[in-house]
């Protein structure tokens, strides 16, 4: 299913889950850092969209006047997606973020909302819903009232993970590659003839949403995966995703206390893995450039703490040390 990307075998995978999401009405963070391909994949979703004619807006800085627009926008259609480059950006303030995660958690699941203080009322069957979050950003998320009541049980987790080295590719050349490679997928003959669903991905989901809504979101997504990708191919595809949701349970830590929620979140750990299993392997200074830092030493920093965790490791060549991502984790998440 990834021969027909040709640059961004990588990012396709993380495409095609977006778009399975948009399309089972499931709304979906892409969780990666800086540099990562959030706004790569947001942008070539919106424009594979487009080309099909479909309702489809991309929002930032949402204030209250713009939210009471957009509600009205939506109650006159049956199917609308929202796409969102930084959910950190997604709303003028605070209140304008958990607004929106209030609305998109309730119409993604009940495909109604109320708020008559504010006089809004919006019902549609589908929404779409994808935004980017850099992992520093998760630590102030998961916090807040939105995500305990709303994005924590609604909205899937998705984590960037490389399966596969691979070079930089300028923004609008891995659009047009992931356009076409997805393109051609859907040109095939692909019947719906029935698929199997491995329960490791029933299990990763459970994690994060839940055990009955993660039953009922996998059939939503194993439908519309099917219409992508074919039928065929739908348990494979389930199973490489599995990892990439169930992976929150290593990077988030998250424990009840008397005053309440307490979570650390080992956002700095996860970037470190990203660019190893991006690169394959990185010096010292290559990992001070892809994480954008002055000094040698906050690398060094980075490095250590994605060591003690066991998620990378070094190796010395001809007198060089590099960073490596840990073998057998990196078997574990390839497709």
């Known amino acids: 299913m990834l021969g027909e990307f040709k640059k961004t075998k990588n990012l396709a995978t993380d495409f095609i889950f977006a778009l399975t999401s948009i399309k089972a009405g499931i709304p979906t963070l ?20 487009r080309e099909k004619n479909e309702n489809v807006m991309l929002i930032s800085r949402l204030g209250l ?22 959910y950190a950006l997604v709303g003028s303030s605070d209140y304008m973020a958990e607004k929106l995660a209030e609305i998109v958690g309730a119409l993604s699941y009940s495909k109604t909302y109320y708020d008559y203080g504010l ?14 979050v850099q992992p520093y950003w998760l630590k102030k998320m998961m916090t807040t009232p939105a995500y305990i009541t709303h994005i924590r049980e609604k909205f899937i987790r998705y984590y960037l993970l490389p399966y596969q080295p691979s070079k930089d590719i300028e923004m609008l050349e891995a659009i047009e590659d992931l356009l076409e490679g997805i393109r051609t997928i859907e040109n095939k ?56 949701i169930g992976f929150e349970e290593k990077v988030i830590k998250r424990d009840l206390t ?5 979570v650390d979140v080992l956002w700095r ?23 954008g830092v002055s000094s040698i030493r906050s690398a ?23 960073v490596i991502p840990n073998p057998k984790l990196q078997e574990e998440l390839r497709w």
């Open 30 to 49: 892409l969780i990666a850092p800086p540099s990562g391909g959030k706004t790569t994949i947001i942008y070539a979703l919106e424009k594979y969209l």
């Open 65 to 86: 006047r713009g939210l009471k627009k957009l509600a009205k926008i939506l109650n006159y259609t049956n199917e609308f997606t929202l796409l969102n480059e930084d």
């Open 119 to 132: 006089d809004i009322t919006i019902s549609l069957n589908r929404l779409g819903f994808v935004s980017g």
């Open 189 to 244: 003959n692909k019947p719906i003839d029935g698929y199997r669903i491995p329960i490791e991905f029933i299990e990763a989901l459970a994690n994060q949403v839940g055990l009955v809504r993660a039953k009922e979101y996998t059939e939503r997504l194993a439908y519309a995966l099917s219409t992508i990708v074919g039928s065929h191919n739908v348990r494979r595809a389930l199973r490489f995703y599995s990892k990439r």
């Open 258 to 262: 008397e005053k309440g929620y307490v």
């Open 269 to 291: 750990e996860y970037t470190a893995l990203y660019w190893a299993l991006r690169r394959g392997h990185l010096s010292r200074e290559d990992m001070r450039r892809a994480l």
């Open 300 to 322: 060094d920093r980075v490095i250590e703490e994605g060591i003690y965790t066991g998620w990378i490791t070094t190796i010395w060549n001809e007198g060089r040390k590099y």
